[in-house]
């Protein structure tokens, strides 16, 4: 069987390869996100190693030591900006840069190579050639502009006309057009990443001689090209041209091409990514302290699979950043909250006609007959009707033995873990205290008119805090309860860096207990989250996590699926599941309730350390 992933027996009949190109930010959500849109359009696909020199890995070697080897099977490394894949054809590729946010472009792969001479020699064998000579020999030629761009290097304006005339054999036809071609063929060349270079190779202003800079010039060397030591490999190819409508509003006016000179996203139209500054938090009309900022928003409502006739519930909603992601892709979105001052705003809130918080920014997008609606409420009290979720004829009900089917596709989340706003939720802090039926307030609308004291306009319920452990447990279950079968939970969990846990793992996903996470200066360690119920009564699987390193700490978005009682049949990690539960056991008080205050893996007792603890770890 060919080295691919998924195995496949031959890749190439699939579809033709082509060079995907990803967003050099967030790396580690580059494959779930590409894998979960590839699931939605429904596109087959094959990854096959992308030829590398070994430079690449000695840098990575040499600047973490503790790097661990690759695991069993083949994964793509998409580390790199550059990866190989083999699709159906361009239409899929044109479908894929419409949905996945982490895809810059694709290019039809023509060619690739260690240096130059490689790559021309390669080029222009027969099966390279036959890839572009359509475009010489055909009758009426396409206009065509020529790219060359590189990623972690700078390429001066001599050197990238002197690549391009080193392709004349090609002996295109068509016309040479700088704005708005009908072809554009490009030459991309990767270097190691910047914070991989070798130290006894930069200079003192950080830079490596030889890498077209401002102080090369000065100094008067000469780019070193592809005889550059730091050359990963060079990738020549065809662009996959998008032209159109936007996706985030069918009333809108057709956007203009994009003006940017990046090779990768001029005159595009459509892409997912251009999504990104659509939704910038920055000319949002409204936002509040913890908005999720687009681009982890859109990763987010892509990997709960939201699209045209799907229902996706938030129930964290806040000021609307996962609905306004959500409808943009053309789901129905529906939040709630358990604080409503967020989703409404703070102006005019007592005209209904009003048009404020997540409405007015609703407006902004042209999304606004997206999203249904927003409610108030603790997610642990939830209004849902379970009657709701029964089938309603007899019959089907014995048939499902009563069983839940679901009403909304996907949950998107962002629970308050206690960084910059802590979790609530309804009651008194002490149980004791708290009350099992409403108070009467005799002077409650003035003298002798009493009312129920929830009826004012003022008030506010009694809240005490959410931990952790409790917060994802019922949201496990609660998204059990409304998902329908096979329906995405896709939340953040926060993550603590303890620099002196050894182990390592990788980040592409999985069901696990206890995983670990690498990174540069640390690593991290997490419980990942498992449904707690047994085997073949049907739980939430995990499929995927990510981590988003913020230094000291960082947050897992994870990514998981219901599994119905038919098909949950996997066993795995249920004891040490029962294992963790008994350690929790220890943290009850006498009433036997949760006390995060005894637990030392809480995160916020792990964030907020002591003083004496901080003085001691530095």
């Not at 006609?353 to 609606?373: C, E, F, M, P």
């Not at 980040?507 to 690593?523: C, F, L, R, V």
Request: net charge negative; with cysteine.
């Amino acid at each position: 069987m060919a080295l691919s992933f998924p195995p496949v027996e031959d890749p190439a009949s699939i579809g033709p390869l082509y060079i995907l190109h990803f967003a050099t930010s967030n790396h580690t959500f580059r494959l779930p996100d590409f894998l979960a849109a590839a699931e939605y359009l429904r596109i087959p696909f094959a990854f096959v190693p992308t030829p590398a020199k070994t430079v690449l890995e000695e840098c990575r070697k040499a600047h973490d030591a503790t790097e661990e080897a690759s695991p069993s099977g083949f994964r793509p490394d998409l580390r790199r900006p550059f990866a190989f894949a083999h699709l159906p054809n361009d239409d899929a590729a044109v479908s894929l840069l419409r949905r996945c946010v982490s895809l810059r472009s694709v290019w039809a792969h023509w060619s690739h190579g260690s240096d130059y001479d490689e790559l021309h020699s390669r080029n222009q064998q027969e099966g390279s050639r036959a890839l572009w000579t359509p475009y010489v020999e055909a009758a009426d030629c396409p206009s065509w502009k020529a790219h060359v761009f590189s990623y972690s290097y700078t390429i001066s304006d001599k050197r990238k006309i002197d690549i391009i005339q080193s392709f004349s054999y090609m002996d295109l036809k068509g016309r040479i057009q700088l704005k708005k071609p009908d072809m554009r063929w490009g030459v991309m060349e990767e270097f190691v990443a910047q914070e991989l270079w070798p130290n006894h190779l930069r200079d003192e202003q950080n830079n490596f001689p030889g890498a077209g800079k401002d102080t090369d010039k000065a100094e008067g060397r000469e780019e070193l090209g592809d005889k550059d030591p730091r050359l990963v490999q060079i990738f020549l190819g065809r662009r996959i041209d998008v032209k159109a409508a936007p996706l985030h509003s069918d009333k809108a006016t057709a956007a203009a091409p994009r003006k940017s000179t990046d090779p990768s996203q001029e005159d595009q139209t459509g892409l997912a990514r251009n999504l990104i500054e659509t939704l910038n938090l920055k000319k949002r009309v409204y936002i509040g302290n913890t908005s999720m900022e687009s681009e982890m928003s859109l990763i987010m409502a892509s990997m709960a699979l939201a699209g045209p006739g799907k229902l996706i519930y938030d129930p964290f909603a806040g000021t609307g950043s996962m609905l306004y992601a959500s409808a943009v892709f053309g789901a129905m979105a529906f939040g709630s909250d358990i604080d409503g001052r967020p989703m409404r705003g703070k102006e005019n809130i007592s005209d209904s006609n009003s048009q404020t918080g997540i409405v007015k920014s609703a407006k902004q997008y042209g999304v606004r007959d997206h999203i249904l609606d927003t409610v108030v409420f603790d997610i642990t009290q939830s209004p849902w009707r379970k009657d709701l979720l029964f089938p309603v004829d007899d019959e089907q009900r014995q048939q499902t033995s009563r069983r839940p089917t679901g009403v909304v596709d996907g949950i998107v989340a962002d629970p308050p873990y206690g960084v910059r706003a802590g979790a609530k939720r309804l009651g008194k802090r002490d149980p004791e205290k708290q009350r099992t039926e409403a108070y009467w307030m005799p002077d409650g609308l003035g003298p002798g008119q009493g009312c129920w004291s929830h009826e004012r306009s003022d008030y506010i319920s009694p809240t005490r805090p959410y931990h952790l452990e409790d917060l994802v447990n019922d949201l496990l279950d609660c998204a059990y309860s409304l998902l329908c079968d096979g329906g995405r939970l896709v939340f953040w969990l926060p993550a603590i860096h303890d620099s002196e846990d050894e182990e390592t793992n990788d980040d592409d996903g999985g069901e696990a207990g206890k995983q670990t996470q690498s990174s540069a200066a640390a690593s991290v360690s997490i419980d990942l989250p498992q449904h707690r119920r047994k085997a073949g009564q049907g739980r939430m699987r995990m499929i995927h996590y990510s981590l988003q390193d913020f230094g000291r700490w960082g947050r897992w978005l994870i990514t998981m699926e219901k599994v119905s009682p038919e098909n949950d049949v996997d066993d795995d990690g249920l004891r040490e599941l029962e294992q963790r539960m008994g350690e929790l056991g220890k943290n009850k008080d006498e009433r036997g309730i949760y006390r995060a205050d005894r637990d030392p893996l809480e995160f916020r007792n792990r964030y907020y350390l002591p003083r004496g603890s901080k003085a001691a770890a530095s």
